[in-house]
């Protein structure tokens, strides 16, 4: 058998750090990645024949678990009929549609192959719309790797502990204005200066990949006031949240049922956000014009942009929006977009039977998945006395690290690097020994599945013991 540790070497020599995305690596976390062989509903098997179970879940994607059967036999028959076409296909349609039941604000939407495109695609229409250039976007939100996009970046950016990349000119690095996370002030007086020349304001509706760190309440509100106020337009990116947290993503969690007080402060804790935070329950799987929701909604952006789920696992992604600025793309419009692949058969296949089969029992079923682990991970980190939270947004949580993490939670960027980043490593080889694959940095959302069984679930109850002991015992590397 071939190691782990072969696969990475000989990966090594042909292709840079070994993956083809840099948090695969482990660079955080040290030693060889488990390179995967397959994968069941909420395990992957690696090259060594360990089963593990998993709590990465390809970054999102597999909310219904890996290799859903039915998913699979419609890849499968999309791929009998025929790989890629370059020319339109009734799927597209169909998949736009069940997206706009779900988040009607998607009133026209363009299909792509990556997260990174949709949210590209959404800052060019944004500058396209608007005849304006600058772009706001805050600290250690991540949203893609287009180069406007990666100043002060979270996720892999974060994990490896760059400011940024190499590479984007100081040009193009200059039209994007970098603002703290949850801090309306500072957004306002932004605004205040340079508002006439703003495009956009690009957000994570409920942040994940510096961790997760909830809105404070009324955030997002205010950015759609602002950016209202302006003529700038709010791109909500839900690459990661869409279909993921709820039927309607962060915005339906958030917009929808969550608090509707645009200026109200005060602590991260709704019934869905923050430490205390509830199962939700999902009352709607379908919004329709006449429904009420325009009214109700506390905030509505103009554009949104999803990735991750919408594919289920196939390289799916797309941005929507009002189709106003949605007909402002190309063949309509004068904004230019296109992609050989976008809108691929088999991933439009994928993406349909995904969110057919994503009902409310399978976003109570991840809910309570996600309220488990961190729950019994935070009980074993409390008994070896480890300072920490537990952040949740909806059935995305991670677990914080540190004093002050304990003491107020993490808020924005710089309270996510402040974290005792160094006890991550220990405590997460100390569940992968144990069978239990966590996201390889402090600085990723766990995720949970719908086929994740209570089996694996003691599995992890088993492993916490031993890891929470190993972040105990940690120390600062010098
Ligand atoms: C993953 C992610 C992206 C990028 O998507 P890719 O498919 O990796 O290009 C963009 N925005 C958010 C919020 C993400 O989590």
Same mark, same amino acid.
């Given at each position: 058998?071939?190691?782990?540790?072969?696969?990475?070497?000989?990966?090594?020599?042909?292709?840079?750090?070994?993956?083809?995305?840099?948090?695969?690596?482990?660079?955080?976390?040290?030693?060889?990645?488990?390179?995967?062989?397959?994968?069941?509903?909420?395990?992957?098997?690696?090259?060594?024949?360990?089963?593990?179970?998993?709590?990465?879940?390809?970054?999102?994607?597999?909310?219904?678990?890996?290799?859903?059967?039915?998913?699979?036999?419609?890849?499968?028959?999309?791929?009998?009929?025929?790989?890629?076409?370059?020319?339109?296909?009734?799927?597209?349609?169909?998949?736009?549609?069940?997206?706009?039941?779900?988040?009607?604000?998607?009133?026209?939407?363009?299909?792509?192959?990556?997260?990174?495109?949709?949210?590209?695609?959404?800052?060019? &229409?944004?500058?396209?719309?608007?005849?304006?250039?600058?772009?706001?976007?805050?600290?250690?939100?991540?949203?893609?790797?287009?180069?406007?996009?990666?100043?002060?970046?979270?996720?892999?950016?974060?994990?490896?502990?760059?400011?940024?990349?190499?590479?984007?000119?100081?040009?193009?690095?200059?039209?994007?204005?970098?603002?703290?996370?949850?801090?309306?002030?500072? &957004?306002?007086?932004?605004?205040?200066?340079?508002?006439?020349?703003?495009?956009?304001?690009?957000?994570?509706?409920?942040?994940?990949?510096?961790?997760?760190?909830?809105?404070?309440?009324?955030?997002?509100?205010?950015?759609?006031?602002?950016?209202?106020?302006?003529?700038?337009?709010?791109?909500?990116?839900?690459?990661?949240?869409?279909?993921?947290?709820?039927?309607?993503?962060?915005?339906?969690?958030?917009?929808?049922?969550?608090?509707?007080?645009?200026?109200?402060?005060?602590?991260?804790?709704?019934?869905?956000?923050?430490?205390?935070?509830?199962?939700?329950?999902?009352?709607?799987?379908?919004?329709?014009?006449?429904?009420?929701?325009?009214?109700?909604?506390?905030?509505?952006?103009?554009?949104?942009?999803?990735?991750?789920?919408?594919?289920?696992?196939?390289?799916?992604?797309? &941005?929507?929006?009002?189709?106003?600025?949605?007909?402002? &793309?190309?063949?309509?419009?004068?904004?230019?977009?296109?992609?050989?692949?976008?809108?691929?058969?088999?991933?439009?296949?994928?993406?349909?039977?995904?969110?057919?089969?994503?009902?409310?029992?399978?976003?109570?079923?991840?809910?309570?998945?996600?309220?488990?682990?961190?729950?019994?991970?935070?009980?074993?980190?409390?008994?070896?006395?480890?300072?920490?939270?537990?952040?949740?947004?909806?059935?995305?949580?991670?677990?914080?690290?540190?004093?002050?993490?304990?003491?107020?939670?993490?808020?924005?960027?710089?309270?996510?690097?402040?974290?005792?980043?160094?006890?991550?490593?220990?405590?997460?080889?100390?569940?992968?020994?144990?069978?239990?694959?966590?996201?390889?940095?402090?600085?990723?959302?766990?995720?949970?599945?719908?086929?994740?069984?209570?089996?694996?679930?003691?599995?992890?109850?088993?492993?916490?013991?031993?890891?929470?002991?190993?972040?105990?015992?940690?120390?600062?590397?010098?």
């Amino acid at each position: 058998m071939t190691s782990n540790q072969q696969l990475f070497d000989a990966a090594r020599a042909v292709i840079p750090g070994g993956v083809d995305s840099p948090v695969r690596a482990f660079g955080s976390v040290g030693g060889a990645p488990a390179f995967i062989d397959h994968a069941l509903a909420g395990t992957v098997t690696d090259a060594e024949g360990h089963e593990l179970v998993d709590l990465v879940g390809s970054w999102g994607p597999a909310l219904l678990g890996h290799t859903d059967p039915d998913v699979v036999d419609a890849v499968v028959a999309a791929a009998r009929k025929g790989l890629s076409f370059g020319a339109p296909t009734e799927a597209e349609t169909r998949l736009a549609e069940a997206v706009r039941r779900r988040v009607p604000v998607a009133e026209r939407l363009r299909f792509v192959s990556t997260g990174t495109e949709a949210t590209m695609t959404a800052i060019r &229409l944004s500058r396209g719309a608007t005849g304006r250039d600058l772009v706001i976007k805050f600290a250690g939100c991540y949203h893609g790797h287009s180069d406007g996009l990666l100043s002060a970046a979270g996720s892999g950016v974060a994990t490896g502990g760059l400011p940024g990349s190499a590479g984007v000119p100081a040009a193009i690095a200059g039209q994007t204005i970098v603002l703290p996370y949850n801090d309306v002030a500072a &957004l306002e007086e932004c605004f205040a200066a340079r508002g006439s020349e703003i495009a956009a304001v690009i957000t994570e509706p409920a942040p994940a990949n510096m961790g997760i760190v909830p809105p404070a309440p009324g955030f997002n509100a205010a950015i759609r006031r602002v950016t209202a106020e302006y003529g700038a337009l709010m791109i909500a990116d839900e690459v990661l949240s869409g279909f993921r947290v709820g039927p309607a993503g962060m915005w339906g969690l958030e917009a929808l049922d969550g608090w509707v007080d645009a200026g109200a402060t005060g602590p991260l804790a709704t019934p869905a956000f923050g430490e205390g935070a509830v199962t939700p329950t999902w009352p709607r799987t379908g919004l329709a014009e006449g429904t009420g929701w325009r009214e109700r909604a506390a905030w509505i952006p103009d554009l949104v942009t999803f990735g991750k789920v919408i594919g289920g696992g196939m390289p799916l992604a797309a &941005l929507g929006g009002r189709a106003d600025v949605m007909e402002l &793309l190309a063949p309509v419009g004068p904004v230019y977009q296109a992609g050989t692949l976008s809108g691929n058969p088999l991933a439009t296949a994928a993406g349909i039977v995904t969110l057919e089969k994503a009902d409310d029992a399978v976003y109570a079923a991840v809910a309570r998945r996600a309220q488990q682990v961190g729950d019994l991970v935070s009980e074993a980190l409390t008994a070896e006395g480890v300072a920490h939270r537990v952040q949740r947004s909806g059935s995305l949580f991670s677990v914080m690290l540190g004093e002050g993490a304990a003491e107020h939670g993490v808020r924005d960027y710089e309270e996510a690097k402040a974290q005792d980043v160094f006890r991550f490593g220990p405590f997460f080889h100390a569940f992968l020994e144990a069978g239990v694959a966590l996201p390889p940095s402090i600085f990723e959302a766990w995720f949970l599945s719908a086929a994740h069984t209570d089996e694996q679930i003691e599995r992890i109850a088993a492993a916490a013991p031993k890891a929470a002991k190993a972040a105990a015992a940690a120390t600062p590397q010098a």
